[in-house]
């Protein structure tokens, strides 16, 4: 059997607390048919909207933004934990779920910081963009004309501080819900490490904690079935499979979407350069058991010559 890291989207998880209960509960179904058949899971996820609302929410008793990305790991965990738990219980698999509250290390000296683009929380007026500005520091900046939200940095993941700790739990058969929203970014300050404002792309966060956790098979889980080239239009190609340079070809023809497609095929090209063997595919969730038997998703694998 395999151990599989599934990459969960943040707005697949719904916009309130009610519909990410529900949807949670979903998602579970397909997670279990993998875990039924004895495969080893981690699961990692996405928060977007949900760290947003947190730090909306949270503005006027200035709550920092790392405790935000922390506080949107706990509640989105909760509700898969028990959604998890409740399809393991109907189906007689004794099988314990844990959420982890995961720090990952990013550098200090990453040029993200230094031009911050990652727009999060709730649209504001211009007056009160600039009063957020003035008062709190913020940078922001006009989105989509809807009005004005405040950007953060989204630093690349270096290192995870509780990655052994997954390991060891995945390893006494433990289902582990790790590096929510991609973690809470920290650098490192003498004997301890410091929360920075910033978003981690989750599906590089996942790619990294699949690799140091030594999975076999990245998933990251998506609304569509299969990476296409020519998306949209009268020539599309949906694709079975697509090797590190068939990749890097697409990219370079600027086949993938910035804000959507192209992240997800980067941390797939990541973890299945980061060791002989290794695969990711980008599938859809409800298609997670099909896609491992090569019949829905897209595989992602090594040159041959690699």
């Known amino acids: 059997m395999s151990r599989i890291l599934i990459a969960l989207g943040g707005n697949a998880l719904g916009n ?6 529900k949807i949670a509960k979903e998602s579970a179904k397909p997670i279990v048919d993998l875990i039924e058949k004895g ?9 977007g909207p949900q ?10 008793v200035n ?30 698999i004794n099988k314990h779920v844990v959420t982890l509250i995961t720090q990952v290390v990013v550098d200090e000296k990453d040029e993200a910081f230094k031009n911050p683009t990652k727009p999060i929380g709730k649209f504001y007026t211009k007056e009160k963009a600039e009063k957020l500005k003035t008062e709190k520091g913020y940078k922001m900046v006009e989105d989509a004309g809807r009005g004005y939200r405040r950007v953060v940095a989204s630093p690349k993941p270096i290192d995870i501080i509780e990655k052994e700790s997954v390991k060891a739990l995945v390893e006494q058969g433990h289902i582990v819900i790790a590096v929510g929203g991609g973690g809470i970014p920290v650098i490192k300050r003498g004997l301890t490490y410091e929360g920075v404002d910033g978003v981690i792309d ?36 949906n694709l ?11 990219i370079g023809e600027k086949q993938f979407a ?14 299945v350069k980061s060791k002989k063997g290794r695969k990711a595919i980008i599938a859809s969730l409800d298609k997670a058991e099909e896609a491992l038997n090569g019949d829905s998703g897209t595989l992602i694998y090594a040159n041959l010559s690699s």
């Open 51 to 60: 760290v947003g609302m947190i730090n909306s929410l949270m503005e006027e």
């Open 202 to 237: 989750k599906d590089l966060a996942s790619a990294k904690m699949a690799e140091l956790i030594d999975a076999d098979y990245l998933f990251i889980l998506t609304a569509v079935d299969r990476v296409a080239i020519n998306f949209g239009k009268e020539n599309q190609k």
């Open 39 to 47: 495969h080893e899971i981690i699961i990692t996820h996405g928060n």
């Open 258 to 271: 910035p804000g959507s497609m192209l992240p997800k095929v980067l941390a797939a090209m990541e973890f």
């Open 16 to 21: 309130n607390p009610q519909e990410q209960l």
């Open 63 to 92: 709550m920092p933004f790392p405790e935000s990305v922390a506080m949107s790991q706990g509640y989105i965990g909760y509700h898969l934990q028990n959604g998890i738990l409740e399809e393991l219980n109907k189906r007689n």
């Open 240 to 250: 079975e499979k697509m090797s590190i340079d068939e990749a890097e070809r697409y």
